[in-house]
């Protein structure tokens, strides 16, 4: 079978190992890939246009099709795909673009799950035009205040803010200066759940479903939970809290709801679904949904899973995911990314990495790198390389993803040393 897989970052990295550990495969491709995929797989750069895709899938006679980011799921690529009969019956690992709407719209989402009485916190949204009555639902509210960009804005659309003050000027500047552009014409407001945050990912074909194993990330840039969002600084599968009554609550009351919902709402649905939990006081609520693999969650899970991801993937073009068995290791197995100074705001790119040869017991997948002169890899992005190792326990493997990360270097490497830390005091 040969498979496409679209993606450039760590994900798909982590996504591109497991696919080429299946005796299913005869050739996997990624496009564009990076400098760490290329070593598994054969890299192109197809263009993002749907058309070029199609054409790409239509000439090199690819089986299968799995959309690691969200953005071209957005933009239909299955729709695409499924409207030419040349391409009609190609296995495609992701929604049609009325699915990915859970993603790409917070308000399509959350009317979703209020819809199919899913637990989520109380919200409205606002147009650009509507700032005023916007302000209005604000005081109704109590602080911290969330907001979020209704479109795609790479992991960084959401602002929680401690003061009204705070709330009404990012709102602003959401709404009327359109600080995540077209992504937030649209402003959906949510009341403030307190809680610990936890990801869910499911596998589904649109009737039958499959969970894989949970895992906890870290967005913020500082320790301690401080500083600006960043598209994710490390993660953690297992997670503690998540205990089997938690997530037989999140089986039950969200995972089979949404999957029920879909079929109701005629949502053809076969790929992933990304559901962002608060656990408030053992009762799951839904943040978000995402369509696809979170990143740097996939870092952790995917290493987890022992079992054929690709029988997986077939089931699921097929509509049998039900004959699916997945095998997942009871290790833990924790995240580091390692990003760039200055990251997620102005930082500077091609810095030369070393120390790659003395790294042992851990998986290093690529995300901002690119190939420099000679064996030379250079940083070209904010989130450089994410650092996955296993342990017994989350202190062994965190404890070697940090070992490991002390031999990598590069001018301004940036990491947080406190990933886990939240989870061991729960243990304390």
Known sequence: MKILLLGSGAREHAIAQKIAESKKISKLIVSPGNVGISQIAECVNISSDNEAIKQYIIENNVDMLVVGNEQPLADGIADCLFEDERTRNLMVIGPKQKGAALESSKDFAKDFMIRH?????????????????????????????????DGLAAGKGVVISETLEQAEEELKEMLANAKFGKASEKVVIEEFLKGIECSVFVLTDGKHYCVLPEAKDYKRIGEGDTGLNTGGMGSVSPVNF?????????????????????????????????????????????????????????????????????????????????????????????????????????????????????????????????????????????????????????????????????????????FRRDIGKDLMNLEA
Do not use: W
Not at 125 to 132: P, R
Not at 136 to 141: E, M, P, Q, R, V
């Open 242 to 414: 998540a205990s089997k009554e938690f997530l037989e609550k999140v089986e039950n009351k969200i995972i089979k709801p949404t999957i029920e919902g879909l079929q109701k709402d005629a949502i053809e649905y076969k790929g992933f679904i990304f559901i962002g939990l608060m656990n408030v006081e053992g009762e799951p609520y839904v943040i978000e949904y995402n369509v696809r693999m979170g990143d740097p969650e996939t870092e952790s899970v995917f290493p987890r899973i022992e079992s054929d991801i690709v029988e997986a993937f077939e089931l699921v073009a097929k509509g049998r995911l039900n004959e699916y068995e997945l095998k997942v290791t009871e290790k833990v197995c924790t995240t580091v990314f390692l990003v760039s100074k200055g990251y997620p705001e102005d930082y500077q790119k091609g810095k030369v990495m070393t120390g790659f040869e003395r790294v042992v017991d851990c998986n290093l997948f690529h995300a901002g790198t690119k190939a420099g002169e000679g064996s030379q890899i250079l940083t070209s992005g904010g989130r450089v390389i994410a650092i996955s190792c296993f342990g017994s326990t989350m202190q062994e493997a965190l404890g070697k993803c940090y070992e490991n990360i002390e031999k990598i270097d590069f001018e301004g490497k940036t």
């Open 117 to 149: 009485n899913i637990p989520t916190a109380r919200y409205k949204s606002f147009g650009k035009d509507e700032l005023n009555q916007a302000i209005d639902f604000l005081k109704t509210l109590s602080a911290p205040y969330v907001l979020k960009a």
